[in-house]
């Protein structure tokens, strides 16, 4: 029973830290794009719209 929980709690690192190293490597992305390049902004998984890029060094993250 705790090897479970032990396993499931690994997973559950596993999995956060995987969501992490994409957070890292898009925001490394968008450090690199000029300021006023336009892009689409997504709002959903499935539904985005046209944006500016402001600035890149103010960014919204969702770590859980």
């Known amino acids: ?3 479970n929980l032990l396993h499931d ?3 559950n690192i596993r999995t ?3 969501r992490l190293d994409i957070a890292s ?3 490394h992305d968008l450090s ?3 300021q006023g390049k336009r892009m689409l902004v997504p709002l959903t ?3 985005y719209v046209p944006g500016t ?3 890149a060094d ?3 993250v969702d770590v859980g």
């Open 53 to 55: 890029l402001d600035e």
């Open 9 to 11: 709690s690994l997973n």
């Open 45 to 47: 998984a499935s539904l």
């Open 58 to 60: 103010k960014v919204l």
């Open 16 to 18: 956060a830290t995987s």
């Open 1 to 3: 029973m705790e090897v």
């Open 32 to 34: 690199l794009r000029p």
């Open 25 to 27: 490597a898009a925001l």
